[in-house]
Every structure is written in structure tokens, then in C-alpha cells.
């Protein structure tokens, strides 16, 4: 908004100015005034956001303190964080997203106007889909469901694992000439990196190479990578399997 603002003090001092002398009478010299006046921006106190409340009401999106408190409660179950693992291979299973659940259409009056949220993560020990329902108002986990076979979208510690990945395998040599070549440096980290990408489908490829054909059972993700402040380096070809720990390149 200050970009177009600027822009419209600017021009409003330009057509003031390049009218020619004499022929602007004092109607029109009044009306540039105020123009001018009009286009710079009172000045004004500038008032700090209110502060969050730490619970929503209705359909208001989830509040920080109520994320926290949902994933809190989502793997307060001992077993789960023994057994299951993230993407590194660390206790606990990998978080992928909480998002307000959607209204049950079973529930009815107070039932129906408490709020839940949907805490998704990925389980690499088993690989599979967990998805706990917590509900906020009583602190209790509702439904606990396993999915496999399902891909959600990846969270930006899969994607930097699968970065490092890739970095370290000989498929990821292009990778780090590219790099060398746009910025004249040696790639050590991902955080020369800025970093995106989805999860690898079968389906959109014809053919499928022999070390990639776990993927859908297995977690699998083509990374997009971007040198900070710098051009994009083409990985599409590249899939890799986080599951299994390796890299597989498409035809």
C-alpha cells in the first residue's frame, strides 16, 4: 500500500506541475491543493494490534494458545510418542498440520458448538496417517483414526529432510553445481535454501523407475529448491523417498 501511495503523491505533483503558467485559474489551483493535500497521508498514530485471545468463539480460526494446547493433547498419549517416529528418525510421530475440524452434522446444541481441532501427523515407523480429534473445551482426544495409502500434503521439516537428502546423494550433484555456479559458493546447508514442494504421485508419470515404486505406501516428495534471493534450481526430476532414505530420478 505505501508503494501506491508514493505513487499517487507523485503523480498528483507531476500534473500540478506541468501545467503551463497562466493557465490555471484559482478554481483549479485550489482543486490541485487539495489533491496534493489529499494524496499525502495524515499523519497519525499508529495503534498496536489487540492482543489474541487465547480461545476462539464459533468458527473463528484456531488461536496459537489453542494449536499448542491441541498437539499438546494430541500426542499426550505415552505409546505414541515411544513408538512412532518423525522424519528423522526421532521419538514421536511427525506433525503435519491442526486445522478447526469441521461440524459433525450428528451433533446437536452445546455438543455441536464446542470447538475441535484435527491434529494430522505422519507416522514413518508404520507409515501411516494419524488424525486426533481433540476437543478443546474438554481437553479430551474424540477419535483417533490411521490412515495408509494417503499422502497429505508435506510440512517444511519433511521438505528439509528431503533437501538433505538429496544433497548428500550422488543424484543431488547437479544440485550442488547449480548452486555453486549461481552464487560462486559451495551448498553445505539447507539454509542456503529456500525451499517448497509435494508429495510424488505415481499416477502423473508413466513410467515409474524400479526405486520408486514404494511410493504412495512410502512418503515420497519432489523438492523445489531456490537459492536465497537467487534463481530456481530444476530438481523436478528428483523424488525422494523419505520413507526408504533414498533418491530415485524420472525418465
Known sequence: M???ALAVTGAAVVVGASLPDGAEGAGDAARAGAAQ???VAPEGKVEAAPAERAEGVGRDPLTEAETERAESL????????REARDVA?????QHLSTNLTEIDPR????????RRADVVSYDYKSDSVLTKTVNLDTGKVEETRTDHGVQPPPSQDELAEAARLLMADRLGAGLRE???DATGKKLTSMGQLQLSGMVFRKATVEKVPAGLTAC???????????????PWIDTRALVIDLSGRTVGRLA
Open 74 to 81: 494430541a500426542i499426550s498419549n505415552g505409546s505414541l510418542r
Open 89 to 93: 528418525g526421532d521419538r514421536g510421530p
Open 37 to 39: 493535500q489529499d494524496a
Open 107 to 114: 451433533l446437536t446444541g452445546a455438543a455441536a458448538a464446542q
Open 178 to 180: 547449480d548452486y555453486r
Open 216 to 230: 504412495g505406501e512410502h512418503r515420497c516428495l519432489r523438492v523445489i529448491a531456490k537459492v536465497r534471493s537467487g
Open 2 to 4: 505505501a508503494t501506491v
